[in-house]
């Protein structure tokens, strides 16, 4: 079956980095869009960052952009979500999410989801 595994989070100060990782299996990854999405304590899910199947498109969010990079190796059925210069707001749990038909979006329409992996930032 298909399983989206993230790894990677944890608790970090304000200013400074991590790097979530999401390993899936069960699914042709290299056919797959890919993106990450993240449940602020209280919150709605919201969209953080995608990528397209081959990584040529990515997409961020507003809030993100600039600080955090998506990326993908297809050799490794692995998404990475590079996150730098961390303030509080970036508190949340972070989910991967992929669609086997390569539709990139920006929208909460991934087929599969991973189970999550918590980012604290402290100030």
């Known amino acids: 079956q298909v399983q989206l595994v993230e790894s990677g989070g944890g608790l970090v100060q304000a200013g400074g980095s991590l790097r979530l990782y999401c390993a899936a299996s069960?699914?042709?990854?290299?056919?797959?869009?890919m993106g990450w999405f993240r449940q602020p304590p209280g919150k709605e899910r919201e969209f953080v960052a995608s990528i397209s199947s081959s990584g040529g498109s990515r997409y961020y969010a507003d809030s993100v952009k600039d600080r955090f990079t998506i990326s993908r190796d297809n050799a490794k059925n692995t998404v990475y979500l590079q996150m730098g210069s961390l303030v509080p707001e970036d508190t949340a749990v972070y989910y991967c999410a992929a669609d086997p038909r390569g539709i990139l979006s920006t929208t909460a329409r991934y087929n599969y989801w991973g189970q999550g992996t918590q980012v604290t930032v402290s100030s």
């Open positions: 069960g699914l042709t990854f290299s056919r797959c869009a």
